[in-house]
């Protein structure tokens, strides 16, 4: 990176970053099967509805292996599992024993982190970076950490008696496979529950290579099922009668129906949505930074993120430097090939999230926002969207309220504290936000006021198992993660 002095202000040039050698990863690091059956009782079994769907990759748009389909039979199968497992082992197990086969469960994806990060990267298109150094050890420590807790709950919960709900239902999406199945699953363990995961239909691979780790970490058979499929094999387990919880993280609108279909049933929820967050730059922040953090906000796994910091506030004075400042590192960042070590930003999930996206971009320039995006050439085949910011957004916007789920940002001004709460908190959602600014009582002030689960100072999507997660208002209710994250897995009396 070369530095430049340019009308007096000082250009960061970053250009060069395009030049770099290809440094792929090697695909021979993945062991994909032809064929996926469904992991039901600690074995692999052909689907009842006898059907299989496709799951590709959207890099290249090959196809990488097919995997069952679930109807309503096959999901009762993997709930009867789960039912027996819970009543004739699992809640009867000593809490230090379930500890050691959730420990063995972290040290083995630890121990194959670099399959579980390619397959990862190859079924979602996330670039091999980020997998590599976020999701998959991310994954790990989940698993370590609640395996902590499995033998410490009268600790967590003290003169209250911990008590396991059941068979909990676990729904996880496609932006961060692996992680979502650990974020589920190990609490869910931890706590005495037995579980039916049903990852999301582009992105089952990793979910399927857990299952061959659980199988060979001889967990008890039907304590963990995972079972693959689109919309209808959720909607199955959501209505299950021998459901005890449900766990969906996923789409305010899918959240919205889960609700209805349990409204007066015995079953529990937990719901982690959608987001539109604030993310706030004060004309005292160090701006190179916030601008880094900007970048890691948005365009992070191509901004599929619920926590994306997908609005931008900027303070007026500082406003044109920081949209100069954020134009110019748009610049740096490459798009392309996930697999390819340099790569910044790769494959949209799929086809169809890419149109959902291409959607909001005509959107925003017909609302009469104006939109840049970066100069970089994308890939001829494969599902590829440009770094973008808007700018002349009005609040009342459909890009500004409504969650894109892309590397997509719109921009806005502000004058004076009050101004930017009310801005930041005019949202249905409720689930992150970020402040940058050199001052901590402006921190405190800001992070008291904002309505959101999750609100970072002076950096952005940081993740820890210790730390609670979740939302407000539309991005759902329930926390996973810490301590938090026990209690909805818990009946306390
Ligand atoms: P969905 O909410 O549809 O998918 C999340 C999970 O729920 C998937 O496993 C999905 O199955 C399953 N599902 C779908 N319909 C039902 C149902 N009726 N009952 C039970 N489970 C169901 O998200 P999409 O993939 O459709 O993405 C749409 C939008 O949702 C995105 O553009 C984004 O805005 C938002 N989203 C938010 C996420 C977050 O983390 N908050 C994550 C993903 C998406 P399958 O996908 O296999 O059909």
Redesign the pocket.
Known sequence: MAKTVKNNTLKLKFESSRNLAPAPESKSAAKISERYDLFIDGKFEKPLSKKYFDTINPATEERLAEVAEANAADVNKAVEAARNAYDKTWKKMAPKERAKYIYRVARMVQERAREFAVIETLDGGKPIRESRDFDVPAAANHFFYYAGWADKLEYAFPNRQAQPLGVAGQ?????FPLLMAAWKIAPALATGNTVVL?????TPLTALKLAEIIQEADLPPGVVNIIT???????A??DHPDINKIA????????K??QR?IAGTNKKATL????KAANIIFDDAALDQAVEGVVNGIFFNQG???CAGSRLYVQESVFKTVVQKLKDRMESLIVGDPMDKNTDIGAINSKQ?LE?INTYLSIGQKEGAEMYQSSCSLPKKGFYCRPTIFTNVAQSNRIAQE???GPVLTIQSFRTDDEVIEKANNTPYGLSAGVWTDKGSKIFNMTTKLKAGVVWANTYNKFDPTSPFGGYKESGYGREGGLHGLAPYLNLV
């Open positions: 729904i996880i999406p496609w932006n049903k990852p999301a239909e582009t499929g689109a919309g209808a094999t959720g909607a387990m959501v969906f993280t996923g789409s305010t609108d899918v959240g129906i889960i279909a982690e949505l959608g987001g599929h993120v619920c999230q959902v969650e894109i789920f």
